[in-house]
């Protein structure tokens, strides 16, 4: 078995009708089930993200964020930093920065259509895919190419998040 989706047609449902804490995921109007995560993982995004979070030129960051790019998907990355509102609704476009954790059982192709789902929401110049130690794969990348970075995204360009001492713009 591939694990290729052989999703034709757009799904039945819409992200209004998901509320905060429901198990899924929307891609192009099809459920996806999200399960809790073991150990590694949230391990993996707590340290990651406290790194991304404290850069100072990060102005807004969240862990599980459920962004809308429209209304047949709602993606949330393991960590998003930019756009992120301090409301309870799902918050439309994508973030300009989103990391995933790929770690061993993941779904591949549904972690592929995470990443082209979120870079074509038009606002995610970058998109970090993480592997936890022992795990293979990671990198910047974009439909599964590694990239130091999206074109216009190179770290300290605007909208990345930048070091100490680096120029940029803040997310």
Same mark, same amino acid.
């Given at each position: 078995?591939?694990? =290729?989706?052989?999703?034709?047609?757009?799904?039945?449902?819409?992200?209004?009708?998901?509320?905060?804490?429901?198990?899924?995921?929307?891609?192009?109007?099809?459920?996806?089930?999200?399960? /809790?995560?073991?150990?590694?993982?949230? =391990?993996?995004?707590?340290?990651?993200?406290?790194?991304?979070?404290?850069?100072? $030129? &990060?102005?807004?960051?969240?862990?599980?964020?459920?962004?809308? /790019?429209?209304? =047949?998907?709602?993606?949330? @990355?393991?960590?998003?930093i930019?756009?992120?509102?301090?409301?309870?609704?799902? &918050?439309?476009?994508?973030?300009?920065?989103?990391?995933?954790?790929?770690?061993?059982?993941?779904?591949?192709?549904?972690?592929?259509? =995470?990443?082209?789902?979120?870079?074509?929401?038009?606002?995610?110049?970058c998109?970090?895919?993480a592997?936890?130690?022992?795990?293979p794969?990671?990198?910047?990348? $974009?439909?599964?190419? @590694?990239?130091?970075?999206?074109?216009?995204?190179?770290?300290?360009? @605007?909208?990345?998040?930048?070091?100490?001492?680096?120029?940029?713009?803040?997310?």
């Amino acid at each position: 078995m591939s694990g =290729k989706r052989l999703y034709r047609t757009s799904g039945p449902f819409r992200a209004d009708q998901l509320h905060s804490g429901d198990p899924y995921e929307l891609s192009d109007g099809h459920p996806i089930e999200c399960l /809790p995560s073991g150990g590694r993982h949230s =391990k993996a995004y707590l340290s990651g993200g406290l790194a991304l979070e404290t850069d100072p $030129a &990060v102005e807004s960051a969240g862990f599980d964020t459920g962004f809308t /790019p429209n209304e =047949k998907n709602l993606r949330a @990355p393991d960590i998003a930093i930019g756009n992120v509102p301090d409301h309870p609704d799902w &918050v439309p476009g994508t973030p300009p920065l989103a990391v995933e954790y790929a770690d061993s059982g993941q779904d591949q192709q549904d972690l592929q259509d =995470k990443i082209l789902t979120l870079l074509g929401g038009g606002d995610t110049l970058c998109l970090g895919r993480a592997p936890h130690r022992g795990t293979p794969g990671g990198g910047l990348r $974009a439909e599964g190419t @590694p990239l130091p970075c999206l074109p216009g995204a190179a770290p300290g360009s @605007p909208g990345s998040s930048r070091q100490p001492g680096a120029s940029g713009s803040p997310v």
